[in-house]
């Protein structure tokens, strides 16, 4: 008679897990996450919020702009998905520091912050050009090349 392994579902495990481990360098993550966190200036965010003394902490814009961002760069644009992506996959997890933001927050946060993210298109932009990540030579969008000038 055939033997198998034996495996309990009721068993308990526990994993420790370093979120700042799982964002390995060299990867886009890990780039999303350095500029946000030490090149891009986000204090035009801080006007959104007046809960210094009364009302509950907000997500921190850093956070939330990295998961929106990197789900976007997956293809995933439904806020419920991206929620759920906080909840079940480790980089997203390690990205929003396990802070989990419900939908309806990040949802809001998309459609109500437009004017202070395309405000920050620019320091992305002059961040990588003083890095030396623009050749300045061809532009493409959308496969379609174009000579710059």
């Keep these: 008679m055939a033997r198998y392994k034996e495996y309990d579902y009721a068993q308990g495990k526990f994993i420790p897990i370093h979120f700042d481990k799982q964002i390995l360098p060299g990867t886009f993550e890990h780039t999303l996450h350095y500029l946000l966190d030490n090149e891009i ?7 959104r919020y007046q809960n210094d003394e009364t ?13 929106i ?8 644009t439904s806020s419920r998905k991206i929620a759920c992506c906080c909840e079940e996959n480790i980089v997203f997890m390690a990205l929003s520091a396990d802070t989990r933001p419900h939908f309806t927050t990040i949802a809001d946060f998309i459609s109500s912050a ?19 990540l623009i050749g300045k030579e061809m532009f493409a969008v959308d496969g ?6």
């Design 41 to 47: 200036d986000l204090s035009i965010f801080d006007l």
């Design 114 to 132: 437009d004017q202070e993210i395309i405000r920050l298109f620019l320091q992305v932009l002059l961040t990588c050009d003083a890095m030396g």
């Design 55 to 67: 009302g509950a902490p907000a997500y921190d814009p850093a956070i939330l702009l990295k998961i």
């Design 69 to 76: 961002l990197y789900a976007y760069s997956r293809g995933i």
């Design 144 to 149: 379609c090349k174009m000579p710059s000038n």
